[in-house]
């Protein structure tokens, strides 16, 4: 018999995203200069840096909207992240009851 190959294809956000306003950011960027200067004063500059860094990741990471992902379900396996870059085959996905 002649297998059809069957697919699934959609596409979604890659999270869902909440508008943060700029109270938001304001908390975010107070809780981390209080971070910062406490552990600073405790002698720990390299977490006071990192605190810094971190804080200003969280702030870019927070203002950019989702992209968009493609996703699939075919015969061969799930996949997903621009078709055929990441693909799970099926032996390998794991099953709990």
């Known amino acids: ?8 294809f959609w596409e979604a956000p890659e999270h869902h995203h ?15 200069l209080c971070g910062a200067v406490a552990a600073f004063f405790l002698g720990n500059f390299l977490l006071s840096l ?9 702030a870019l990471v927070a203002a950019r909207d989702p992209r968009v992902v493609d996703f699939a379900v075919t015969t061969r396996g ?3 992240e621009e078709m055929h870059c990441i693909s799970v085959q099926y032996p390998r996905i794991v ?3």
């Open 78 to 80: 799930v996949t997903f």
């Open 50 to 58: 990192l605190i810094i860094i971190a804080a200003c990741a969280m």
């Open 95 to 97: 099953c709990y009851r």
């Open 18 to 32: 909440f508008e943060k306003g700029s109270d938001w950011f304001w908390a975010l960027g107070i809780i981390a």
């Open 1 to 8: 018999m002649d297998e059809v190959a069957h697919a699934v």
